[in-house]
């Protein structure tokens, strides 16, 4: 099998909402990040992480960056990601989703080989994107780039100015019917749920 290239896993932020380093989650003993990378490489053969705290990963098979321009969110991750990237696209992820669906992953790619365009990403509710689980284009990096200077950090702004190919929810819920795909882990309350659910799987 073909694999894919570059999974960029963003794990930098505050972690506000879980009170510690998300990059430290463990799921009943399991550690989220490094388990997000053993799947990842089922696809990818190339994982890059950027956080602030690479010492997480010395033992760990991923590169390791920081955001070149901080302080700006998920935007920050995905533009030094892309720097990153060894192939055109890169494949955005959060360390803070448990979930990974191939399938989902070998549509998107399908869909963006039919054009060429600047980002895959799902929509949902009709109006919001989702960010992660989403490929962007090298092309992006000057863009980004500019973007951020200026102050502005919204994703979907800056997509819209680009060719970006929307997913539909509906679609995205063929591949995920529970929509665990977007599940993230923000709060105790979250990892407590997440836990009970993969102790129901035997995880
Ligand atoms: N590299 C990088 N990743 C980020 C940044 N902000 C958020 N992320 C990542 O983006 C994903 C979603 O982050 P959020 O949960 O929205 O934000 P957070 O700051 O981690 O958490 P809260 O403080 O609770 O909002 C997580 O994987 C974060 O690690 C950032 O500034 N740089």
């Known amino acids: ?60 098979p991923c590169r390791t960056v920081q955001d070149e321009i901080p302080g700006y969110g998920p935007l920050s991750g995905i533009h030094i990601g892309l720097k990153m990237a060894k192939n055109q696209y890169g494949y955005v992820m959060a360390c803070d989703m448990p979930y990974i669906n191939f399938d989902y992953i070998a549509y998107l790619k399908n869909r963006m080989e039919q054009v060429d365009c600047d980002a895959c990403v799902t929509v949902f509710n009709q109006e919001w994107i989702e960010p992660f689980h989403g490929f962007y284009s090298k092309k992006l990096i000057s863009p980004i780039e500019e973007y951020l200077k200026s102050g ?47 102790s129901n799987l035997n995880m």
């Open 152 to 198: 502005k950090r919204s994703v979907f702004g800056l997509l819209k100015n680009f060719n970006s190919i929307y997913i539909e929810e509906e679609i995205a819920r063929e591949y995920s019917p529970n929509w665990d795909l977007f599940l993230n882990i923000n709060t105790k309350e979250d990892l407590l749920e997440l836990e009970t659910q993969w």
């Open 1 to 60: 099998m073909n694999k894919f290239g570059t999974a960029i896993l963003l794990a930098g932020g505050k972690s506000s909402r879980m009170g510690f380093d998300k990059q430290q989650l463990k799921v009943n003993n399991i550690l989220l990040v490094e388990y997000i990378i053993n799947r990842l490489y089922t696809v990818f053969d190339d994982i890059v992480v950027v956080t602030n705290n690479s010492e997480h990963y010395t033992n760990l």
